[in-house]
């Protein structure tokens, strides 16, 4: 298994504009999360899925940020309108029964 | 919710040394817990973990040690190597609420 993919691994993007965040989690890991890394914050929970189904998005910042899992294999992480304070390394991860999660390389997302 | 936190922001150890990196987490209900490892650039990567019913566990080279009395855990890397820097987290179940971290440095 290749591991968790996540997409792009860099994204610059003007404020304002719509940013798209890919992640395919391990084959038959049942969990999904996304992570937020700063270095003010360190790495935040945003959001979690379970069986493709939100458990927990306490963790989303505000409205402006929204996440999907269509299905087991793929999810997204949705940011408009963006702004500089979302600049930050998104990670995406994957567990079986809510284990050890298993990281993709993360999406580093700059926004000027 | 959970919070865990990790009490020294940083650690210089000297090749060769034992390391011992600790961390507090704040929801008694915690069943599972977690370190990774960050190198720069790259993901977290599991190290080792440990449930509730166990207060101590062993690998290749790393131990961690839990006590739920006082909500702590830790985690020691025997003759720590400079392949060992890298920044180490803590998490604990639920959905794995991660600590600040602790930047390990080894100096040859």
């Known amino acids: 298994d290749a591991g968790v993919i996540q997409s792009p691994r860099h994204e610059v993007t003007e404020m304002g504009q719509e940013v798209t965040l890919r992640c395919k989690p391990i084959s038959g890991h049942n969990s999904l999360f996304w992570y937020r890394q700063t270095m003010m914050r360190g790495l935040e929970l945003l959001i979690y899925f379970n069986n493709n189904v939100p458990i927990d998005d306490s963790g989303m910042p505000e409205d402006r940020f929204s996440a999907k899992m269509p299905n087991a294999s793929f999810s997204t992480l949705k940011i408009q309108p963006s702004e500089p304070r979302d600049s930050a390394v998104y990670f995406c991860?994957?567990?079986?029964?809510?284990?050890?999660?298993?990281f993709g390389q993360g999406t580093r997302l700059t926004v000027v | 919710g959970e919070s865990v936190g990790l009490h020294l922001p940083t650690l210089s150890v000297q090749e060769g040394d034992n390391s011992i990196i600790n961390c507090a987490y704040s929801n008694s209900a915690s069943d599972y817990f977690i370190w990774y490892k960050q190198e720069s650039g790259k993901g977290p990567q599991f190290i080792i973990d440990?449930?509730?019913?166990?207060d101590k566990r062993q690998g290749q080279r790393v131990t961690v040690l839990l006590n739920k009395t006082v909500k702590h855990l830790s985690l020691q890397i025997a003759a720590t190597q400079p392949g060992d820097s890298a920044v180490y987290f803590c998490a604990a179940r639920r959905a794995l609420t991660f600590g600040s971290g602790t930047r390990l440095q080894v100096q040859p």
């Open positions: 991860a994957s567990s079986l029964r809510g284990d050890e999660a298993f």
């Open positions: 440990i449930r509730s019913n166990m």
